[in-house]
C-alpha cells in the first residue's frame, strides 16, 4: 500500500541494523532495510507494532546528526515537540522503552479522550551532555477517524497566529486553530499543500 505524504522523524542510535532487528524482533516491521547516504549516515525505515513509521539513522560523522529537535530550550524553526497517536499506548510506551530508553514523565487527563502521557529521554544528548529531565514528547491515544497510529512533530513559530494565516495562504490547511496549552504557549495541527500532517507551536502576539 502506497504511504501518503507525511513527515517522518529521525532518530540516533548506535547501530542502525542492530536496531532494525530489534524492530522486527520486537513486533514492529522494518519497511527499507539499512542503507548507506555517503557523507550523511546510515538509516534504516522502520515502523513500531502498531504501524507508527519513523527511521533510525546514523550520522557519518560521530555527533554529525542534524539536531532538528531544540531539546534544551525553545529555537524557532526546530522541532519542539514529537506526538505520538497510537492505538496502543501501553505497547508503543513499553516497545519504544525497551530500545531508546524513553520513560513516561507525568501525564494530562484527556477527559473521554483518554490520557495525554509525556515521554522523557533517560540517555544523552548529541553532543554528550546528559539530557536528564528533557521532555521529548508524549503518547496519545488515537482519535476517532484517524486512518493509522503516526507521529506528529510540532515546529517552534514566533507567531502562532501570523503562522496559521501564512498557512493558509500558501495553499495548506488549518486542521485544529491555535489552542493554549500549557505553559502559555499556543499549539496548531495542519496539512503543507500535499496533505501532509505538521504542528506548530509558538506565542500569541496579538
Not at 522523524?9 to 527499507?32: K, S, T
Not at 525505515?45 to 532538528?68: C, H, I, R
Not at 483518554?114 to 514528547?137: K, V
Request: glycine share 16%; with cysteine; aromatic share 10%.
Amino acid at each position: 500500500m502506497a504511504m501518503p505524504p507525511a513527515w517522518l522523524g529521525y532518530v540516533g542510535v548506535d547501530d542502525v541494523d542492530a536496531m532494525a532487528d530489534a524492530f522486527r524482533q520486537g513486533g514492529g516491521a522494518v519497511h527499507q532495510p539499512p542503507w548507506d547516504i555517503p557523507g550523511v549516515g546510515r538509516m534504516a525505515l522502520v515502523a513500531d507494532p502498531q504501524g507508527a513509521p519513523l527511521y533510525v539513522m546514523k550520522g557519518a560523522v560521530e555527533g554529525g546528526e542534524s539536531v532538528a529537535f531544540s531539546y534544551d530550550k525553545p529555537r524557532p524553526g526546530h522541532c519542539a515537540w514529537n506526538e505520538l497517536s497510537t492505538s496502543d499506548p501501553a505497547a508503543a510506551k513499553a516497545f519504544y522503552g525497551a530500545r531508546f530508553g524513553w520513560v513516561k514523565d507525568g501525564e494530562m487527563a484527556l477527559g473521554d479522550m483518554g490520557t495525554y502521557e509525556f515521554l522523557r529521554h533517560t540517555g544523552h544528548a548529541p553532543d554528550g551532555s546528559p539530557m536528564g529531565r528533557g521532555i521529548l514528547g508524549a503518547v496519545m491515544p488515537m482519535m476517532p477517524g484517524v486512518p493509522m497510529p503516526h507521529w506528529t512533530f510540532y515546529f517552534r513559530v514566533p507567531d502562532i497566529d501570523a503562522a496559521a494565516t501564512l498557512i493558509g495562504a500558501s495553499g495548506g490547511g488549518i486542521v485544529q486553530p491555535p489552542i493554549e496549552i500549557p505553559g502559555g504557549d499556543y499549539s496548531l495541527v495542519a496539512t503543507d499543500p500535499a496533505g501532509a500532517v505538521f504542528g506548530l507551536v509558538g506565542s500569541r502576539k496579538g
